[in-house]
């Protein structure tokens, strides 16, 4: 069974920057492509951004692009999101998630296409 575990969240001020972390146990010698999705009060659980099993290509979405950076560490079993620039809006909980891979450079961007995923850690941005 694969198990995650975020941590990092906080309190950040406008325009600051935050790095979330994501730490993937129990895993077999397959692949797995890693997601980080966020969910704000009232709102549907939206994607944030992707990184492939092999770690060679990421994906973000349009609201975040430029500003957040997912990276992953292997040797750690450790994905990470990079929050720069921080705005009102991504004011959420973070979640991470991972599925196994057979395609090892593709990024997977809908939540349906993951098995498994972590508890979630708040961050919130304010003025």
């Known amino acids: 069974q694969v198990q995650l575990v975020e941590s990092g969240g906080g309190l950040v001020q406008a325009g600051g920057s935050l790095r979330l972390s994501c730490v993937v146990s129990?895993?077999?010698?397959?692949?797995?492509?890693m997601g980080w999705f966020r969910q704000a009060p009232g709102k549907e659980r939206e994607f944030v951004a992707a990184i492939s099993a092999s770690g060679g290509s990421t994906a973000s979405a349009n609201s975040v692009e430029g500003r957040f950076t997912i990276s992953g560490d292997n040797a750690k079993n450790t994905v990470y999101l990079q929050m720069n620039s921080a705005k009102l809006e991504d004011t959420a909980v973070y979640y991470c998630?991972?599925?196994?891979?057979?395609?090892?450079?593709?990024?997977?961007?809908?939540?349906?296409?993951?098995?498994?995923w972590g508890q979630g850690t708040q961050v919130t941005v304010s003025s």
């Open positions: 129990g895993r077999t010698a397959r692949g797995y492509a």
């Open positions: 998630a991972a599925r196994a891979s057979y395609v090892s450079g593709r990024c997977y961007l809908r939540s349906n296409e993951y098995s498994y």
